[in-house]
């Protein structure tokens, strides 16, 4: 929370320091508050949404990654992967892989409700992006920003319908059986 109010992606007043010890007193009790909701849900639940989320933004880190070699590869890094871009393609080859592994062998109900907890990630960045404005204090999406969310809309939108197809082929094998 602290990060998005300092993003302008949240309410200003979840950025407050604490002067005594330093720490986003505000934003940390707001996330208090969203775990005391999420604890009334079952663990197994919990578990499910959280893989997904990581397994997700692993993956979408690994990519980002990549993205950079291409569009930035002379930017300053502190550590670069050896090899170029091939290099760094053929060392997230393995990682994404188990990610999109894990997501999808998991079982249908935990690619269905894990994929709509990912998508609460792009509505709620639309609905704060409309609120606050973000970095750049602008109520409406650039480009990149569309082509981002829907490519990231797309995916989510590819899983769902690949839970959906999975459900459905259980359900005709269990009337066949």
Sequence with gaps: ??????????????????????????????????????????????????????????????????????????????????????????????????CVITMFTNGINSLFIGSLALLSGPIFYLIFKKMYGGTNNSKSLDVHQKKALGLLVGIIAFMIGAAGFMYAGQSTAATDA
């Design 1 to 98: 929370f602290y990060v998005m109010a300092e993003d302008h992606l949240a309410p200003k007043f979840l950025s407050r320091i604490s002067k005594k010890h330093g720490t986003p007193i505000t934003a940390i009790l707001m996330m208090a508050l969203v775990d005391l909701v999420l604890i009334q849900f079952q663990f197994d639940a919990l578990l499910i949404i959280e893989v997904m989320v990581f397994m997700f933004y692993y993956a979408v880190w690994f990519f980002s990654g990549i993205a950079l070699r291409i569009k930035e590869p002379d930017l300053e890094r502190p550590f670069k992967i050896p090899g170029g871009t091939g290099g760094m393609i053929a060392i997230t080859i393995l990682p994404v892989a188990l």
